[in-house]
């Protein structure tokens, strides 16, 4: 993820879903960013949807690592912090809980387009 902010400036956040529980995932974005993939090996990403299915989860094959969330469709996505190099910066921020539970489809299409990183380029690379 790229952005003019510091990563303490942004902030992270999680949700009560069972998902991002047992991934221990904690989000940043940066509307006025960018988030740049580069898949050096596309065939050990799988894509997962859940739930609403109104979002991709981007997971290593070999690894189980959850990376990030995508939304193909609008080009946005927010990024698990715990896979960056910058985590501890990062993480020197509060992380605010949310119970995303009670938000009808739409209040989530909005709240995401609101809020999500836009995604600048996807590459897929060998090795």
């Known amino acids: ?17 069972s ?3 047992k991934h ?18 596309p065939h050990r990403v799988a894509r997962y949807r859940f739930g609403t299915k109104t979002a991709d989860f981007l997971l ?7 990376v990030a969330a995508t939304m193909p469709e609008e080009s946005i996505a927010v990024v ?10 990062f993480l020197e921020s509060a992380v605010v809980v949310s119970d995303l539970d009670a938000e ?10 609101k809020r999500w990183t836009p995604v600048r380029s996807v590459t ?4």
């Not at 904690?26 to 050096?40: H, L, N």
């Not at 290593?60 to 959850?66: E, L, P, S, Y």
């Not at 009808?104 to 387009?113: C, D, H, P, S």
């Open 80 to 89: 698990n912090v715990n896979v960056l190099d910058a985590r501890a910066a």
């Open 60 to 66: 290593c094959t070999t690894c189980g690592v959850f």
């Open 104 to 113: 009808t489809i739409e209040e989530r299409l909005a709240r995401r387009k």
């Open 24 to 41: 221990n995932a904690i989000y940043s974005t940066d509307p006025e960013g960018e988030v740049r993939f580069t898949f050096r090996e």
């Open 1 to 17: 993820m790229e952005s003019d902010k510091a990563p303490r400036d942004l902030g992270v956040r999680t949700d009560t879903c």
């Open 124 to 127: 897929l690379s060998p090795c």
């Open 19 to 21: 998902f991002c529980k």
